[in-house]
Nanobody
């Protein structure tokens, strides 16, 4: 059974940092694109970042460029999201997801597997 398990969320002051982790199990994701999404209360789920397993090419939503970094460790089947200079607007539940697409897709409907989410709260 495929599982994606996120961890690393929490409460942080504006300007602070957090690192989210997503541990994948149940299959090999070597050809999958891995993504991070977030959803704030009352808002739609939003693409944040994606990375291809094969060559680590990445893509980011404009609002996090220069502040967030997505990376992966193939040996641990784990994807990370390093979040720096956090802003109150970054407050949301963050989800890890896996897509069989070999391109850096952004649409949630293109991702087949999802984690349960981890809460990130940034206080002002």
């Amino acid at each position: 059974q495929v599982q994606l398990v996120e961890s690393g969320g929490g409460l942080v002051q504006a300007g602070g940092s957090l690192r989210l982790s997503c541990a994948a199990s149940g299959r090999t994701f070597s050809s999958y694109t891995m993504g991070w999404f977030r959803q704030a209360p009352g808002k739609e789920r939003e693409f944040v970042a994606a990375i291809r397993w094969g060559d680590s090419i990445t893509s980011y939503v404009e609002s996090v460029k220069g502040r967030f970094t997505i990376s992966r460790d193939n040996t641990k089947n784990t994807v990370y999201l390093q979040m720096n200079t956090l802003e109150p607007e970054d407050t949301a539940v963050y989800y890890c997801a896996a897509s069989p697409s070999r391109t850096l897709v952004r649409g949630p409907g293109l991702y087949d597997y999802w984690g349960q989410g981890t809460q990130v709260t940034v206080s002002s």
